[in-house]
């Protein structure tokens, strides 16, 4: 085959390869940080960049570079740690290469020498090549636990990461030396290729561990969440019951104190009953028991902690979304919330939450002292006990998941942000019941 010839082939081979590469990339990613149409548009980049490089310069040292470089750049479009964009770029390329030196290898006596131009002139072996690539990615598509979006420990990153370069310099070296029978140098290529399938299906398998993990761990947060309100829950019980005692004995004078005729001391007992009867301050009137239980129980220490409230809540009575979902996320978000105001002089908190169209719209604001570990698009815990703490926002963005929803954090100097969208139906549609409540304590 002439070099023209062959050169046109490679183009279109090219162009399939590019297309195996982002079916490949999307096996480690599920979210683009771009839109559709800037998405095919970099990996067209992609493809004309590479294309032009072999076409001329044909020296497999520039072609990796330029092919490692690319593709990592084109992981970045993709949501997720820079440290993940290195180990999935190193999987895919290395994995691809192997497969090309090994077709070449079977299709043309392969002597390689990284600073002279390519000899490899088949155009089988390109057809072949994008076949056997296509298949692979195919068959590697079952290991779905890659795309998680928790990061790995240093060490695993490190272990998995080693093993696709350390291969590629034994074969290096084994293309070298050209005294090896092309036996032997087939049987390594072969179990190179093996060792990376290995590594890629151990990365799966770490990532399982990883995501069974921290969902074991949200698991505990939430049941220790769950036992302190059972506690609270108790403790206000018993508080009713001495209330009901108490409210008791003074009631038994005051048929007396009116036979006699003493009217400022009926006057004072009667105060005091007033004082016993008042009401704990509600700053949920929605209409919707479930939420303006949450926050009411939630907010019961606010007015002793001097916290200004400032509560809109516009919703129906009824909603498609279970009780247990709801006291994570607004549990967690009100905790952090009560947490944070603590730390402040200037105490305060707002809530929003509105029903419309098929979607609940929730968002809650507090006053901040402008401190927050955050890690990429994570907020991270400042408490020194990390591994049993900060794991709140984790089971709000878990909850949310099962209604198809999105949660947005964010901060300045003095306020901290969290917003949450879900979609969800009306149970039993009976119109709008809320208020619009407005509730400050000084």
């Not at 490899?120 to 795309?147: D, E, M, T």
């Not at 272990?159 to 070296?173: A, F, N």
């Not at 929605?286 to 009411?296: A, E, K, Q």
Request: glycine share 4%; proline share 2%; net charge positive.
């Amino acid at each position: 085959m002439n070099m023209e010839s062959y050169n046109a082939v490679y183009c279109l081979g090219n162009l399939f390869m590019t297309f195996v590469i982002y079916k490949y990339m999307h096996i480690f990613y599920s979210d683009c940080r771009v839109n559709f149409k800037l998405e095919r548009l970099a990996y067209f980049g992609y493809f004309v960049v590479i294309t032009l490089t072999y076409i001329y310069l044909k020296i497999p040292l520039a072609n990796l570079t330029v092919n490692l470089i690319t593709l990592f750049l084109t992981a970045l479009l993709y949501e997720g740690k820079t440290s993940k964009a290195l180990l999935s770029t190193t999987i895919i390329y290395f994995s691809l290469m192997m497969i090309e030196t090994l077709v070449a290898f079977l299709t043309s006596i392969l002597e390689l020498n990284l600073l002279i131009p390519f000899q490899y002139k088949s155009g089988f072996g390109i057809v072949a090549l994008n076949i056997l690539s296509f298949s692979y990615v195919l068959l590697v598509q079952g290991f779905k636990n890659v795309k998680t979006k928790y990061p790995l420990p240093n060490v695993y990153w490190l272990s998995l990461i080693t093993v696709p370069y350390g291969t590629i310099i034994m074969l290096l070296t084994i293309f070298t030396n050209n005294s090896r029978s092309r036996t032997i140098i087939f049987i390594c290529m072969a179990s190179a290729f093996a060792i990376n399938i290995v590594t890629f299906y151990l990365y799966d398998k770490i990532s399982d561990l990883l995501v069974a993990q921290m969902n074991r761990r949200i698991i505990e947060e939430q049941n220790r969440y769950y036992e302190n309100q059972v506690a609270m829950m108790e403790s206000a019980l018993k508080n009713m019951r001495m209330l009901r005692h108490d409210f008791k004995n003074k009631l038994s004078p005051l048929c007396e104190l009116a036979k006699s005729g003493k009217i400022n001391e009926l006057t004072e007992r009667l105060s005091e009953l007033t004082d016993m009867c008042q009401i704990t301050k509600e700053y949920a009137v929605s209409g919707n028991s479930t939420i303006d239980s949450i926050i009411n129980f939630k907010l019961q220490q606010a007015e002793k902690k001097n916290i200004q409230i400032k509560a809109d809540i516009l919703i129906p009575e009824d909603l498609s979304v279970e009780t247990f979902d709801m006291a994570v996320i607004l549990g967690n978000l009100l905790d952090n919330a009560l947490e944070a105001v603590a730390q402040t002089g200037e105490r305060w908190i707002h809530i929003r939450i509105k029903y419309t169209k098929g979607r609940l719209i929730i968002v809650i604001n507090n006053s901040f002292n402008g401190l927050a570990k955050k890690v990429e698009d994570h907020y991270i815990t400042r408490k020194k006990d990390e591994k049993n703490h900060g794991l709140g926002l984790k089971s709000v963005q878990k909850a949310i998941q099962k209604y198809d929803g999105a949660m947005q954090v964010s901060h300045d100097e003095k306020g901290f942000q969290v917003k949450v969208l879900m979609y969800m139906n009306l149970n039993n549609w009976g119109g709008y019941h809320g208020t619009f409540s407005k509730c400050t304590n000084g």
